[in-house]
């Protein structure tokens, strides 16, 4: 049983670059989430998917951040143009609709904007 | 708006002691709450959950006790063991738009010494 898995888990860039991270849920799971933590917070809610359908988008998420999960199994999420402030834990995680409040994470993708 | 509030960043426990993790909340249309743990370099892992309309709920060493007049949560761990060393998460869910938005506090370390 594999749970969830996200790529890659380091990622150092260039202020100004484009980044791409990719999420991998655990197989039988519809809903599909993506998180920010920063140091001293716990996980800041981003967006949501049920199947390929993004249905919510915090205010968090500004044009530059992009979420897509194109055949309902996989995930992306891309930052366009990364900031300093963009340096964060980005953590996916995925549940069952019958049970949405359970979330299984990922490892997250560390984020370091230089 | 901080809905989730851990104030004790971190707690130190003797190893066969009783661990008392505490959460207050402040919104009425939270229904599930959780408990998370996490480890350095790991996403949270899921660990116990109680449903608004119940009082308590045990799982093994683990129980989590629900006072909703208080708005207030609390997770017990006995007795404490070395490898509950890890940061504690609360988290509530409430219902909106059609799914489970879950909502972090800041976390509690938990340091178990032997």
Redesign the interface.
Known sequence: DTG?S?NPRHKITKRGQNVTFRCDPISEHN?L?WYRQTL??????LT?F?NEAQ??KSRLLSDRFSAERPKGSFSTLEIQRTEQGDSAMY?C?S?LSSS?????????TRLTVT | DQQVKQNSPSLSVQEGRISILNCDYTNSMFDYFLWYKKYPAEGPTFLISISSIKDKNEDGRFTVFLNKSAKHLSLHIVPSQPGDSAVYFCAASARVRGYQKVTFGTGTKLQVIP
């Open positions: 969830v996200q809903r989430y001293g917070q716990g996980p800041e809610f949501y049920q249905l919510e953590l995680a549940s949405s409040y359970e979330q299984y994470f990922g490892p997250g």
